[in-house]
């Protein structure tokens, strides 16, 4: 029997993911982390991108805005602002707030927090760019 380790994956507002993996990958602000059962314990800040929780001959994909990831012998748990798996992701949406972070940034109007736009912007266009990658495979 191969060894496991639980995985929670929480906003704010729900539970993303909850469940057993043997294998999981994670953007961590250093570059991509991998983590077994029985790992040393951690704590890492993420950046904007994939998970990948592997269990068996399934994986599991969820992109994260970002957030922090708790690592324990038997258990990861990890934090984001937002997270969601690819079948979620409303691409139309995506698009449209994209463009909308574009353009809070090119008129340069009122009163605009642009390192909030910023940010904005560079998670949207990071899901997009996962979400064009899982349409590829």
């Not at 993911?17 to 040393?40: M, N, Q, W």
């Not at 957030?67 to 984001?80: A, H, K, N, R």
Request: no cysteine.
């Amino acid at each position: 029997m191969t060894a496991t380790m639980q995985v929670l994956v929480a906003t704010v507002e729900r539970e993303v993911y909850r469940g057993e993996a043997s294998f999981l990958v994670a953007p961590g602000a250093a570059g991509e982390l991998g983590i077994f059962p029985k790992h040393t314990p951690l704590i890492s800040s993420l950046a904007a991108g994939e998970l990948r929780i592997t269990n068996g001959d399934t994986v599991d994909e969820v992109f994260v805005s970002g957030g922090f990831m708790e690592v324990q012998p038997d258990m990861i748990t990890i934090l984001s602002d937002s997270a969601e798996r690819a079948a979620d992701i409303d691409e139309a949406a995506a698009m449209e707030a994209q463009r909308r972070a574009k353009e809070i940034l090119d008129t340069k109007q009122g009163d605009v927090d642009y390192a909030l736009a910023e940010a904005d912007l560079a998670m949207t266009t990071a899901r997009l760019m996962w979400l064009k990658k899982k349409k590829k495979s």
